[in-house]
Nanobody
Framework: QVQLVESGGGLVQPGGSLRLSCAASGSIFTIYAMGWYRQAPGKQRELVATITSGGGVNYTDSVKGRFTISRGNAKNMVFLQMSSLKPEDTAVYYC??????????????WGQGTQVTVSS
């Protein structure tokens, strides 16, 4: 089994910052990519940012210039530094990983989610 565990959510005022962390553990052969998705009430889950094993990054337009995704030295961790937060960033943020348990075969895994609320 593979587990993804997030931490770092909470309540922050508009314009503030938060840092989300996610750690992958379990029976892992290789991690191809990790990232963050979010789901606001009444809306579909959407991609926020992803980072590949080679360091390639991708952001949704609404967070470019405000959010930064990075990986830990151990490569099984991913971070999301969120700055200049807006009320519309309020959502449950989910850690995602494209992870292989055996060679050449991978699948998506999800964390349990962490709430981020931006409000004054």
């Amino acid at each position: 089994q593979v587990q993804l565990v997030e931490s770092g959510g909470g309540l922050v005022q508009p314009g503030g910052s938060l840092r989300l962390s996610c750690a992958a553990s379990g029976s892992i052969f290789t991690i191809y990519a990790m990232g963050w998705y979010r789901q606001a009430p009444g809306k579909q889950r959407e991609l926020v940012a992803t980072i590949t094993s080679g360091g390639g990054v991708n952001y949704t337009d609404s967070v470019k210039g405000r959010f930064t995704i990075s990986r830990g030295n151990a490569k099984n961790m991913v971070f999301l530094q969120m700055s200049s937060l807006k009320p519309e960033d309020t959502a449950v943020y989910y850690c995602w990983g494209n992870i292989g348990r055996i060679k050449y075969i991978s699948q998506s895994y999800w964390g349990q989610g962490t709430q981020v609320t931006v409000s004054s």
